[in-house]
């Protein structure tokens, strides 16, 4: 165990030579029973009714679940166990925590096996603690995700264990009207606890509150601080914790006195200007004004360091007590973690963490966004491979914990919550132990094909050099090659026995998805766009099989898919396509010529009317970072030289159906056209099309160059574009 990671501790005792395990279950027949009080919390209740029903499943006995003793071996649960193991857990458990201390204790001795917690939830803690050392694992909510030894009898050995988890807040929950069946069950048999701090966009009601007083808002005025404390004073002085956080930067001040307090300081992820300064001040003063008329008040004041607040302070300053940050650093690499000295926006992501860190003494709270929601075409996006090598540094940090929010889709997601909730409670936890132990647990006689396809699945995700989110970044992942590759994993012997069959199916729908978006954007990328749509419609109707299976495992069917953002979407803009296509003049081929331009050399050096220079060829089915990972951000030139005869000229467009951020259009050395777009890439419309008419062309050759802008995040062409006539 890592020094000083963990406030916790095993307790070894040194067992007598007669120590004997205690016989809970012979050969089906009871012979011990689960005690616990008539006054037990909602968890500690819960607690002893899973014991008995998971004993029972695991060998087929009947455990009573009783509030007195009665004959046999006792597995005493919650408050009536805290006598014997009260100090224990004094021992473990933090001392002066922010929001609350988790700590669990566990005995086994002769006279029965006692369980505790700190708390109602920690009661059910240390019960999930013993059944996962029976070999009970839950990785997916309800029965689809459990997965239980069974055997005729159980015994516990004998069994001194106290530990608390180093993070305080553990916690998820399903956005996009996700299914919430099995929610809370599967979340506490995984340690996930749900402690938080509100923290979401709330300032604005507030400022329509003292407006009045102050007029327009400064967030660097005192008189608007002092005004914000009298409007939430009545909450703090009744520990009502509440959130400040700004409403995606909509109503964030532009003031010359908040920008000079700010430094002037831009986030060149979020393309936008910093205000970080300004508002920890702002927050500070407030909480220093409440502090001052209500001093014993436990409030917390949560807000979102987000947007214009992901930049740490610059300044030397602390946050008051009452604070407490999360950090949604949402566009800084989800794909490598932070460890790896090789991704440098990962390290950017990592300065950010120890400013915050530092800043609130260690009150913050990760915004944990799962990849699951960044893809939305339900395919695999794994991400224990990046949260297992970050979580130590975490836990060395000092943060309170995490705060994830997931689409709950299985079909996308699969294990990465319960590894969340296992790492997040213990980050020595060895992933590759669990994978090996979960394979045969989980699909059974398909254990080694399953193994070897999702070790090839997770594989992809590790080795990636892409740095970006969303489904742009699939056929990098997912080359064909690996498609056909996994299919050929699914195609043993058939699984007859339950459940490892539906888990099976599972897997196998999954492949279908992926088989059939991947030969989608083959088709696409050949100017198909009719076939890309039929294969798409094809594979939607496949996604609807799977939902049918279980709500679990997709969710557009409670967050309706609507717009080119999602697969549905995408199918309608490739059916428009299809009709331009028909009177199309040319497809460009895949790869055109490209110059990278970090320094802005191009237009002072006349590269669009340049035929030597450093080209190189490039495909246009895949964006520019997926190919060029090392690109500096700056400016990027395309071009395509076509011949065209002297019919073909008059009415010709251009029309790029997938490219990022501003641009401009060079026809034969001449600027024609201009395009705008919202500095950050997912602020525009999803189509990302581009349809220019032409000017100055000519019979013969002529050279289109596009010069595009080239930022952190996606830049350059990811469909091939076409010449058409309207």
Known sequence: ?????????????????????????????????????????????????????????????????????????????????????????????????????????????????????????????????????????????????????????????????????????????????????????????????????????????????????????????????????????????????????????????????????????????????????????????????????????TARIGFLAYINLTLPPQRDVLAEKPLVAYLAAIDTDPNHPFTDPRWPWRQDYLGALRGWARAMQGRVVIYDYDQSMLVWRDLPNPSHQVVSREIKEYARLGILGFDTESRNALATTFLNLYFRGQLYWNPDLQVETELKEFYPRFFGPAAPAMETYWSSVYRAWAETTVTEHEYFVIPSIYPRSLVEQLGGLLKGPEVREEPYRTRVEFVKRGWDLLDGYTRQLERTASGDYAGAARIGEATLAIRDQLTATSGLFTTYKNFPETGPAFWPGEVVQLKNLAKLAQKRIRQSPILWDYRSDPDDHGIWQNWAGQQAGDWQPLRTDLYLQAQLPDTRPGFGWYRWNVQLKSEELAGTHLLCPGLFNESWLYVNGHLIAHRSQKPLWWQNDYTFTWDVPLDSLQAGSNWLVIRTKVPIHFAGLFRPPFLYRP
């Open 1 to 297: 165990m890592t020094k000083g990671l963990i406030f916790g501790l095993t307790l070894a005792a040194t067992l007598p030579l007669q120590a004997q395990n205690l016989i809970l279950v012979e050969q089906g027949q009871a012979r011990s029973y689960v005690l616990v009080s008539r006054e037990a919390g909602e968890w500690e209740k819960k607690a002893a009714s899973d014991l008995a029903q998971v004993i029972g499943k695991m060998t087929g006995a009947v455990i009573p679940v009783v509030n007195d003793r009665q004959t046999g071996v006792p597995i005493v649960i919650g408050s009536l166990a805290l006598p014997r193991l009260q100090a224990q857990l004094q021992q473990v458990k933090k001392k002066n925590p922010v929001l609350r201390a988790d700590a669990i204790a566990l005995d086994c001795g002769p006279d029965g096996i006692y369980l505790a917690g700190s708390n109602d939830d920690s009661h059910y803690f240390a019960a999930a603690e013993l059944m996962r050392r029976w070999g009970c694992r839950w990785y997916a909510p309800g029965d689809f995700g459990e997965c239980l030894p069974r055997q005729a009898s159980l015994q516990q050995p004998p069994l001194h264990y106290a530990y608390a988890p180093p993070f305080e807040v553990r916690s998820y929950w399903i956005s996009w009207n996700g299914d919430y069946a099995g929610y809370k069950e599967f979340a506490h048999r995984n340690f996930f606890n749900n402690v938080r701090v509100p923290s979401g966009h709330a300032i604005g009601s507030y400022l329509k509150q003292i407006e009045p007083k102050v007029g327009k808002f400064e967030v660097s005025s005192p008189v608007a601080a002092a005004a914000m404390a009298d409007a939430i004073a009545s909450d703090f002085a009744a520990n009502k914790s509440l959130s400040l956080s700004m409403e995606d930067a909509s109503v964030a001040s532009l003031s010359e006195a908040d920008r000079e307090m700010a430094g002037h300081l831009h986030d060149k992820y979020f393309e936008t200007g910093v205000l970080t300064d300004s508002y920890l001040t702002f927050y500070n003063r407030v909480c220093q004004s409440l502090l001052q008329k209500h001093p014993q008040s």
